[in-house]
């Protein structure tokens, strides 16, 4: 079965359609990855491989997938290329980023350290390629397969898209707005929350050590509600639009700050010592590009928090076009 957007009209269509076209990305991407020839090729079918987890979970009320296609199956194969992929990002930023502005002698410390990083790699690589030539892959792979050349659906998939497009993207838009992490770094007196401006770099630093994983999570939240809403973008407005770019902004500049943490806290482990000792240039680096983000991010926890911002968030999805327009 081959669909195509202009045929596609009721949810289950919708599905399979997602189903299809993150699957091919990552089928298109296995040989390459396997043969570990460029970093993009891992990158792709990682990407691939999130955005088939995310089609699966939220087309999950319209789907009657076989065991192996499921989202848990989907997953381990995810983590397995989320490994490497991180290993490849810490080593690129590492050596073309931070490096060539280091003093000679932190340069020799942080090239013992990307020799401990590439020892990394090879291991994770291997354990990729286990992942891949296993065969509860190639049983993951055989069952989308025959799913896809004929879907099995629930009842529900039969219900025009237009009609359960809310039901679909607002339960994601509620576990976003609804996340802990719009609240690091404020303080809530008497029903009403007060953002933490002015804030030092070292204060800042000190918020990041006690909840910076509390952002993290906030961050693969906002990253989950991006794959839905890009899915259904054609069926709205420049509303929708505004709202799905900040959703991106909000992953990009959370991701800013978890990067430094990683390699901050990689480095650290690699060398045996605080990277403020060893790198402390490099430890400098980092945490400005964490002060940096931290002040963009507060500009949009700002506007998130404000009651008016959040109801406009639910009113965009409550309003696709006409399907005429």
């Known amino acids: 079965m081959t669909l ?74 995810g983590r397995s290329l989320g490994t490497l992929r991180d290993l490849d990002v810490l080593q690129q930023v590492l050596e073309n980023q931070y490096k ?42 055989q069952a989308l397969k025959k799913w896809l050349r004929q879907p099995d659906y629930q009842e529900i998939a039969r219900v025009p898209i237009r009609e359960v497009l809310p039901d679909l993207l607002l339960p994601e838009v509620s576990k976003l707005l609804l996340h802990p992490g719009w609240l690091v770094g404020t303080e809530v007196r008497e029903g009403e929350i007060d953002i933490l401006k002015e804030l030092s770099p070292q204060m800042v630093e000190k918020q990041l050590a006690a909840q910076g994983p509390i952002l993290h999570s906030l961050r693969k939240e906002t990253k989950r509600l991006r794959y839905q809403m890009e899915v259904f973008a054609e069926f709205y407005g420049s509303e929708y639009e505004a709202y799905l770019q900040d959703v991106k902004e909000i992953q990009s500049i959370l991701g800013q700050i978890q990067d430094s943490f990683v390699l901050a806290e990689f480095l650290s482990q690699e060398l045996k010592s605080e990277i403020k000792t060893v790198l402390p240039t490099l430890a400098s680096q980092l945490a400005q590009t964490s002060y940096v983000a931290w002040q963009q991010w507060q500009t949009l926890q700002q506007r998130y928090l404000n009651t008016e911002t959040r109801q406009g968030f639910h009113l965009a999805i409550l309003q696709p076009t006409s399907e005429d327009i």
């Open 4 to 77: 195509t957007t202009d045929r596609a009209k009721t949810l289950g269509d919708w599905a399979a359609l997602a189903i299809q076209k993150h699957f091919q990305k990552v089928t298109k991407h296995e040989a390459d990855v396997l043969k570990d020839r460029e970093p993009e090729d891992l990158h792709q079918m990682r990407v691939g491989i999130r955005r088939l987890r995310s089609a699966v979970t939220g087309f999950a009320p319209a789907l009657a997938l076989p065991k192996p296609a499921r989202e848990k199956k989907i997953g381990k194969v």
């Open 100 to 141: 060539p502005a280091l003093p000679e002698a932190e340069q020799k410390s942080l090239e013992t350290a990307l020799v401990g990083l590439g020892n990394q790699r090879r291991r994770a690589l291997e354990r990729v390629k286990e992942t891949l030539k296993h065969q509860r892959y190639q049983s993951l792979k």
